[in-house]
T-cell receptor, first 116, second 116 residues
Framework: KAGVTQTPRYLIKTRGQQVTLSCSPI?????VSWYQQTPGQGLQFLFE???????NKGNFPGRFSGRQFSNSRSEMNVSTLELGDSALYLC???????????????FGSGTQLSVL | AQSVTQLDSQVPVFEEAPVELRCNYS??????LFWYVQYPNQGLQLLLK??????LVESINGFEAEFNKSQTSFHLRKPSVHISDTAEYFC??????????????FGGGTRVLVKP
């Protein structure tokens, strides 16, 4: 069974540009979550999508957005990039069920974004 | 709101020596507790979890963690480390109930460097 796949693995952008990252969850998983990992702020929750709907959201500015397609694949977009957006962006998937029940999260290897 | 504090950012340890990674959390609601491990250039892997029941939980590779509700702690221990345990370890919590979905709150991480 293939794991969570994130593309691309590395990205270099300049300030002011926008970027789109992609995440393909494990087959059968309907929930996709995104996390930002930086040396200064650590791991922070961005948002979660389930059945093409945003189910939960972290404390990030509106420049960070996401969406989920009918096949559960998800994309996140960052507009008007800033230097501080340089980070490893991790995607995680789970089966997706009723909130409040524990579900194991499976993480991808991440997309390393560098903003110059 | 929840917060997780990992008291040590780096822990150097000699091979075959014991190691303890400390984790304290703060939450106004009941939580699930997790330890994740991240090897270089990889995503996160679940090491072990506490959901309910016995406060001592174990992983298949010799790690164990104990949930202490009165001290709001979930420290991770291994009696004898191997070179392959060199990695970064993250403590995390999530709400047991409500609309939190798969939102994890992470600590800042502890880098374990095992020396021969």
């Amino acid at each position: 069974k293939a794991g969570v796949t994130q593309t691309p693995r590395y990205l270099i952008k300049t300030r002011g540009q926008q970027v789109t990252l992609s995440c393909s969850p494990i087959s059968g998983h309907r929930s996709v979550s995104w996390y930002q990992q930086t040396p200064g702020q650590g791991l922070q929750f961005l948002f979660e999508y389930f059945s093409e709907t945003q189910r939960n959201k972290g404390n990030f500015p509106g420049r960070f957005s996401g969406r989920q397609f009918s096949n559960s694949r998800s994309e996140m977009n960052v507009s008007t990039l800033e230097l501080g957006d340089s980070a490893l962006y991790l995607c995680a998937s789970s089966l997706g069920g009723w909130s409040g029940r524990y579900e194991k999260l499976f993480f991808g290897s991440g997309t390393q974004l560098s903003v110059l | 709101a929840q917060s997780v504090t990992q008291l040590d950012s780096q822990v150097p340890v000699f091979e075959e020596a014991p190691v303890e990674l400390r984790c304290n959390y703060s939450s106004s609601v009941s939580v699930y507790l997790f330890w994740y491990v991240q090897y270089p250039n990889q995503g996160l892997q679940l090491l072990l979890k506490y959901l309910s029941g016995s406060t001592l939980v174990e992983s298949i590779n010799g790690f164990e963690a104990e949930f202490n509700k009165s001290q709001t702690s979930f420290h991770l221990r291994k009696p004898s480390v191997h070179i392959s345990d060199t990695a970064e370890y993250f403590c995390a919590v999530s709400d047991q109930w409500g609309a939190a979905g798969n939102k994890l709150t992470f600590g800042g991480g502890t880098r374990v460097l095992v020396k021969p």
